[in-house]
């Protein structure tokens, strides 16, 4: 079984850019999660997407945003960007259940560098 | 919201043990653990539950107080495969989950 895949893997960009990073699930895994990670901060969780709808979401801005289409994938949209959205952005996938816990598999993902 | 782990780093000689602890102020619905090694994508250990069920890794063990909202990963005979960031994930009710700020282990032969 493929394993969750995420593009682009670098990116640089600049002061006041958006990005749009992308995110195909594991077959199947209808939960898509994404996250922030930094030295300092660790891992933060940004938002979770099932059937197309947020259903958590973490403490950040308004500037950073996501959406899950229909098969599944998800993009994530960062406007505006300043120098401390430099981080790598991972995504992870799990089976969705009210009832049981399920565990995430992670993508390689996105390195973002903001200049 | 997001769990708090100890120690913040260990290091290790090969066929030592050691705890890592993740301590919550949230009521868990369940705990997870990952290992996350340098450059790589963090990876599955093991899920706690409620009630005690358990579903993971056959070499690493782990606890789970419930009342206490803390949780435990033991880590027996280690060996230099084990080393790296150790993240415990807690899971509120509503499926919201956070991440602790990890804990850095090392092997060393």
């Known amino acids: 079984k493929a394993g969750v895949t995420q593009t682009p893997r670098y990116l640089i960009k600049t002061r006041g850019q958006q990005v749009t990073l992308s995110c195909s699930p594991i077959?199947?895994?209808?939960?898509v999660s994404w996250y922030q990670q930094t030295p300092g901060q660790g891992l933060q969780f940004l938002f979770e997407y099932f059937s197309e709808t947020q259903r958590n979401k973490g403490n950040f801005p308004g500037r950073f945003s996501g959406r899950q289409f229909s098969n599944s994938r998800s993009e994530m949209n960062v406007s505006t960007l300043e120098l401390g959205d430099s981080a790598l952005y991972l995504c992870?996938?799990?089976?969705?259940?009210?009832?049981?816990?399920?565990?995430?598999?992670f993508g390689p993902g996105t390195r973002l560098t903001v200049t | 919201q997001q769990p708090v782990q100890s120690p913040q780093a260990v290091i290790l000689r090969e066929g030592e043990d050691a705890v890592i602890n993740c301590s919550s102020s949230?009521?868990?619905?369940?705990v997870h653990w990952y290992r996350q090694k340098h450059g790589e994508a963090p990876v599955f250990l093991m899920i706690?539950?409620?009630?005690?069920e358990q579903k993971g890794h056959e070499k690493i063990s782990a606890s789970f107080n419930e009342k206490k909202q803390q949780s435990s990963l033991y880590l027996t005979a280690s060996q230099l495969s084990y080393s790296g960031t150790y993240f415990c994930g807690t899971e509120l009710a509503g499926n919201q989950f956070y991440f602790g700020t990890g804990t850095s282990l090392t092997v060393i032969p």
């Open positions: 992870a996938s799990r089976i969705w259940g009210t009832d049981f816990s399920y565990e995430q598999y």
């Open positions: 077959s199947g895994h209808r939960s």
């Open positions: 706690l539950l409620k009630g005690g």
């Open positions: 949230k009521a868990l619905y369940s």
